[in-house]
């Protein structure tokens, strides 16, 4: 298997494992929770080490995993206490328990192989080169199989679980007393973006992993009405946008990690703009619209009570518009066959009288 067909298949399975579980965070606005648990695990990656001298992936796994759940316990006992916010919650646990991490790497890896760049950065061109050897035998690049494997527990979570997770994600309450524990769902949810994050953290280093976390379910958002569209489009996203950061990648000579959390950021900037329904084109389109629709019904509600019609200098005080605005109104219920001017004079027609009537 060719290097570049390795490094776009890492990043496709990291998008699609990581916009399974985001979806998720995006829906119960916790999306900064995937930015907390992606650096919060560092202290178990670093006493992962630290009690089995080995940078073996279970290990480390199992150390950064303990940690990611432990700072959603943290979060939701501080936010539970009713004492502060959940954001100022993640706000003071993350910060912590990654600052512990910073000084046990420092402290007591700093002559190893397991420094900041290791664990936060990763380094996505390299996947091709660290193959996984069981019996002396080289089954391919280990980061297809970690990947791979995270991808499918994620996926067995979503499609085991999606009706409880659904049902707890958008009323929690209604979950709680149809006998799911929507608290039990949280932490299981918790637990698999733990592992998406750090399955993925020495192939593609966390700052990709927080990109696709959030970033593509949350333009599928901008798009979707149900929740099993948002998920597949949030993975043909993160696919596509793995796909065009390596393309990009290549033509710019730059970082390819960086290049795709650029992509699929592209992605979310054109969706916000042009989202059929969400988006800021088609929100100004409609304010617009709306905006002429009522300044038209004042126009005609006006001249309605004026058999004669009035003229423009005596409509345009009636409203208190400029004259600019009023000839763009009149104009525009010309065109739609309600008023027609004569004389210098606004009347309406037999449609507009009616209109103005309604």
Do not use: N
């Not at 007591?108 to 936060?120: E, F, N, T």
């Not at 793995?242 to 959390?261: E, H, N, T």
């Not at 300044?295 to 600019?324: H, I």
Request: overall charge neutral.
């Amino acid at each position: 298997m060719s290097g570049p067909l390795v490094i776009v298949l890492v990043g496709a399975l990291v998008a699609t494992s990581c916009a399974l579980v985001g979806t998720f965070l995006v829906l119960r606005k916790m999306a900064l929770l995937g930015d907390a648990i992606s650096h919060a695990v560092l202290p178990g990656i670093a006493l992962a080490f630290l009690l089995t001298g080995s940078r073996a992936a279970l290990p480390m796994v199992i150390g950064a995993g303990a940690l990611g759940v432990l700072t959603v316990f943290l979060v939701e006992a501080l936010y539970r206490s009713r004492r502060m916010h959940e954001d100022a919650s993640i706000g003071v646990v993350f910060p912590a328990l990654f600052s512990i991490g910073v000084i046990l790497i420092s402290r007591y890896a700093g002559q190893v192989d397991l420094d900041l760049d290791c664990v936060l950065y990763g380094e996505i061109a390299y996947t091709p080169m660290d193959t996984l050897l069981l019996g002396g035998r080289e089954l391919g690049p280990k980061a297809l199989w970690v990947t791979g494997g995270t991808l499918l527990l994620d996926l067995a979570l979503v499609l085991g679980l999606y009706k409880e997770l659904k049902l707890a994600s958008f009323d929690p309450e209604l979950a709680g007393s149809l006998g799911f524990s929507p608290v039990l769902l949280h932490y299981v949810l918790m637990a698999a973006v733990s592992i998406t994050v750090v399955g993925a953290f020495e192939s593609v280093g966390a700052i990709l992993v927080v990109a696709m976390l959030i970033v593509p379910p949350a333009t599928a958002y901008l798009f979707a009405r149900r929740l099993s569209v948002m998920l597949l489009l949030a993975v043909a996203l993160g696919v596509a946008g793995a796909a065009a950061g390596y393309g990009i990648a290549r033509w710019l000579d730059c970082s390819i990690a960086g290049a795709m959390a650029s992509a699929v950021g592209a992605q979310f900037v054109l969706a916000f703009l042009f989202a059929p329904e969400h988006g800021l084109v088609a929100h100004a389109l409609r304010h617009r619209r709306v905006t002429l629709q009522l300044q038209g019904d004042m126009v005609l509600a006006c001249l309605e009570r004026e058999a004669e019609g009035l003229t423009p200098g005596d409509l345009g005080p009636r409203l208190g518009w400029m004259a600019s605005r009023l000839e763009r109104v009149v104009r525009a219920l010309e065109r739609a066959g309600l008023v027609e001017s004569a004389a210098g004079r606004c009347r309406l027609t037999e449609a507009g009288r009616a209109a103005g009537r309604r």
